[in-house]
């Protein structure tokens, strides 16, 4: 049996990526960063587009030449299609297809989301299905329940602000670069996370809400800087160490009542916030606590990257599931 190849694109947000998988095993994964935004505070849709134009083919060429494949070793072209920037989705839609038709091979179209979720079944151990998997990213917030590689469903999601926001609009009030969910987590290492408490939201289900976490701390933070105007660079790790717990009870508290409810022990986290060392930490603490299986992506695989993406294009490829050539991006992108 001829082994399955293929090329898998990134390019939903600000990471340009490119990895090549052969029968489901990631042979490499190179991951461009964006580093033009970091002056900005967020993302800049229009700037992001353009690194991507620039990064889009020394990536692909550097993720072939590590796997040492050659074009036409490829059986078929993933890409992400969906949901994203729509100006940074459509370089690497544009350029899969072009590749797809050089190559006469079949393009697959990837939704970003799902593939974050099965990052956890890239290496082992892996989860059995039926798992549970807490996706937060930076725009995203979704307790998933997953029944089979191409069988997902979501069970609760954030109602305003994605976990990730939290993160980094926080950071961005204690005047840290954006993206500053990684660096409160390093700070975050060395403070008291009961020092400061903050409220939680009420919510229904297994929904999230986050802006309330955001309003409180701006007002915490202008009435402490106002009796003390080096209150944040003087107490900057505790303040970190106390919203990072606060996103993580929050997180964990519905997790915890969907895996209740479910019955399911196999527990997974995903998404750019599953690097968060405190959060991987407390999903390893509930299991040991509950009797969970609990599984957490290589930090490699949390962020965006093009290896989940082809990782779920295989699964995709051996049902037969590819895209036409009329296919197109789009930024929200249904389930
Ligand atoms: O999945 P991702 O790379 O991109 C999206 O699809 O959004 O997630 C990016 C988000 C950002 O909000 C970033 O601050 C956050 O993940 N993040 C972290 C950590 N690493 C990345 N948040 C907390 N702790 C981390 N270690
Ligand atoms: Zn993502």
């Known amino acids: 049996n001829k082994?399955?190849?293929?090329?898998?694109?990134?390019?939903?947000?600000?990471?340009?990526?490119?990895?090549?998988?052969?029968?489901?095993?990631?042979?490499?994964?190179?991951?461009?960063?964006?580093k033009v935004h970091e002056q900005y505070g967020g993302v800049v849709p229009e700037l992001a587009s353009r690194a991507h134009m620039q990064n889009i083919i020394p990536v692909v060429d550097q993720a072939l030449q590590q796997a040492g494949v050659q074009k036409n070793e490829l059986q078929a072209i993933a890409f992400t299609q969906s949901p994203g920037l729509i100006g940074s989705l459509l370089v690497g839609a544009s350029f899969a297809?072009?590749?797809?038709?050089?190559?006469?091979?079949?393009?697959?179209?990837?939704?970003h989301m799902q593939a974050h979720v099965l990052a956890n079944c890239i290496d082992d151990p892996r989860p059995s299905f039926p798992f549970l998997c807490l996706t937060v990213s930076g725009g995203h917030t979704?307790?998933?329940?997953?029944?089979?590689y191409l069988d997902m469903e979501i069970i609760g999601q954030t109602i305003d602000d994605a976990a990730g926001e939290?993160?980094?609009?926080?950071?961005?009030?204690?005047?840290?670069?954006?993206?500053?969910?990684?660096?409160?987590?390093?700070?975050?290492?060395q403070g008291n996370p009961h020092r400061f408490h903050f409220p939680r939201p009420q919510v229904e289900g297994y929904d999230y809400s986050f802006s309330g976490l955001k309003t409180a701390i701006l007002y915490f933070l202008r009435e402490q800087t106002e009796k003390d105007p080096s209150f944040i660079e003087n107490n900057l790790a505790d303040i970190c160490a106390s919203v990072q717990?606060?996103?993580?009870?929050?997180?964990?508290?519905?997790?915890?009542?969907?895996?209740e409810d479910t019955s399911i022990r196999e527990v997974?986290?995903?998404?750019?916030?599953?690097?968060?060392?405190?959060?991987?930490k407390a999903l390893q603490d509930e299991a040991d606590r509950r009797g969970w299986h609990a599984y957490t992506p290589a930090f490699q695989y949390c962020t965006d990257n093009a290896g989940m993406i082809g990782y779920m294009a295989y699964h995709q490829y051996l049902a037969g599931q590819f895209a036409g050539l009329d296919i197109v991006p789009s930024a929200r992108g249904s389930w």
């Open 97 to 111: 297809k072009a590749l797809a038709v050089a190559l006469n091979i079949p393009l697959i179209a990837v939704h």
């Open 142 to 148: 979704q307790i998933v329940l997953c029944k089979d």
């Open 166 to 189: 939290a993160f980094d609009k926080t950071a961005k009030l204690l005047g840290l670069p954006y993206p500053g969910g990684p660096l409160i987590d390093r700070y975050a290492q």
């Open 245 to 259: 717990q606060t996103i993580i009870d929050i997180l964990m508290q519905k997790l915890i009542k969907a895996a």
């Open 268 to 280: 997974c986290i995903a998404g750019g916030v599953s690097a968060n060392k405190g959060l991987r």
């Open 3 to 34: 082994p399955v190849t293929l090329l898998a694109i990134e390019s939903s947000c600000d990471e340009t990526s490119a990895a090549v998988i052969r029968d489901g095993q990631v042979l490499s994964n190179l991951i461009a960063n964006q």
